[in-house]
């Protein structure tokens, strides 16, 4: 499956190798990085205490596991594991399908999700340099081949927790609003932003704001509308993606 993903990108590549693509990069790159390090670093030594308690809660109420790890794209679409404390119990019907997220949802993965505090074991994706303090969010894995090649330039940049998109309407925005969002940060991304988003995140969880759309308790499926790159006629190296994608059972759009 990671080869799908690794093809698909070095196509979008061919196309947008340029000057944005990079911002992140160099000395730029490393003043992030190292802000990033002394901040979480800081972050996880205040807030063991915190860790320390929603562990325990977690575990008491929805047992073993605690931390929930799911594979994600990181910058480049490179993959990693992603890291969050549970929310969900592992309900299932008569059948043995998962039922519902909003029957699944417990009353402490409310609590955590509301509070962002689901979130706070990322920070050890942070020190390890998956992701970033602030960056667009990672999303499925399987999403990567449903991105329009405008859309995929929100992987030009290393992922956050927090980015423009979450303190600026978060899980209530449409999709397409989301990645507008993404995209502009990508493009205007500088130190001074990043830590204008980090102080207004702060004040989006103590608002509560955004946390779900309404009607849903976690965020819709994202469908899309066609790959990240054009597959055009007569292109060989469109034609073997979209091999690659029929071979894995993935759907060209």
């Known amino acids: 499956m990671n080869l799908v993903y690794q093809g698909i990108f070095s196509l979008h590549s061919l196309f947008e190798n340029s000057r944005m693509q990079f911002r992140q990069s160099g000395c730029r790159y490393w003043i992030k990085r190292a802000f990033d390090y002394g901040a979480t670093l800081c972050g996880l030594i205040v807030l063991s205490p915190v860790l320390i308690a929603i562990s325990v809660l977690v575990w008491l109420s929805m047992g073993r596991p605690i931390v929930y790890r799911q594979q994600r794209p990181g910058r480049f679409a490179r993959p990693f594991m992603l890291?969050?404390?549970?929310?969900?119990?592992?309900?299932r019907d008569a059948g043995g399908r998962l039922l519902p997220d909003a029957k699944r949802l417990t009353c402490i993965g409310r609590f955590l999700r509301a509070t962002s505090l689901d979130e706070l074991p990322q920070l050890w994706n942070v020190l390890c340099g998956d992701i970033s303090l602030v960056g667009p969010r990672p999303l499925l894995m399987q999403y990567l081949?449903?991105?329009s090649t405008e859309q995929a330039r929100r992987h030009d940049v290393i992922p956050g927790i927090t980015g423009w998109?979450?303190?600026n309407g978060r899980n209530a925005l449409t999709w397409e609003e989301k990645f507008a969002r993404d995209i502009w940060y990508v493009d205007?991304?500088?130190m001074m932003l990043d830590l204008r988003i980090v102080m207004l995140t702060i004040m989006r969880v103590l608002r509560c704001e955004g946390i779900s759309r309404?009607?849903?308790?976690t965020m819709p499926?994202?469908?899309g509308?066609?790959?990240?790159a054009p597959l055009k006629s007569g292109d060989c190296?469109?034609?073997?993606?979209?091999?690659?994608?029929?071979?894995?059972?993935?759907?060209r759009y």
């Open 165 to 167: 998109a979450q303190i």
């Open 145 to 147: 081949p449903r991105y």
């Open 225 to 228: 509308d066609k790959v990240a």
């Open 237 to 251: 190296d469109a034609r073997m993606i979209a091999n690659r994608l029929e071979n894995h059972g993935l759907d």
């Open 188 to 190: 205007n991304w500088s």
């Open 221 to 223: 499926e994202f469908i």
């Open 214 to 217: 309404s009607g849903h308790v």
């Open 83 to 91: 890291l969050k404390f549970r929310t969900m119990s592992d309900g």
